[in-house]
């Protein structure tokens, strides 16, 4: 499991729909982990599962020939490592945000957005992508090598 972390409007998701298709497209099954400490409406207003929950189920599973998708009650922020007996069958899970995790980081760093990177001193931090030219003890990606980012996870987790 990793987590891609930034300051908000670095381009997390747009890095990690550019992961996602590499990785993919190399073979790997990936699964994704998104952190939203507002709270999210994963069912449109209206819909029978949208319907079933409002009434008062606990979990509510939507099931189709390609894809599930679960809404669950739950009594804490899960941790990541909490969820990941939802992803049995993936060979690396990413997870956007989490920035406070104690797990392997990438962070997205983009001078135009913040002075500074977020993680700089974060012991978990395993790459940087940024456009600055800055001294990192990590790796340091451009903003457009996603394949040299795969590559640096293919490697480092010995996927």
């Keep these: 499991m990793v987590s891609v972390v930034g300051f908000s409007g ?3 998701t747009t890095l990690l729909e550019k992961l996602i298709r590499s990785l993919v497209d190399r073979g790997y099954r990936v699964g994704t982990l998104k952190h939203d400490v507002h ?3 994963m069912d449109k207003p209206g819909k029978d599962s949208w319907r079933h929950k409002r009434a008062g189920a606990s979990t509510t599973l939507i099931s189709s020939p390609r ?5 669950m009650d739950v009594d804490h922020d899960h ?5 990941r007996r939802f992803f049995p069958n993936v060979d690396i899970i990413l997870a956007e945000g989490y920035k406070r995790e104690q797990m392997p ?19 978990h931090l395993i790459a940087l992508i940024t456009d600055a030219d800055i ?3 990590v790796p340091r990606f451009s ?9 640096f996870l293919i490697e480092s987790f010995d996927l």
């Design 10 to 12: 670095a381009g997390k």
């Design 105 to 123: 980081k990438v962070e997205i760093f983009r001078s135009k957005v913040h002075l500074e990177p977020l993680c700089s001193d974060d012991e």
């Design 67 to 71: 894809q599930l998708g679960m809404v």
């Design 135 to 137: 001294d990192s003890r």
């Design 39 to 41: 709270g999210f409406e």
């Design 79 to 83: 941790r990541p490592g909490e969820l």
């Design 143 to 151: 903003l457009d090598d996603v394949d040299g980012l795969t590559d």
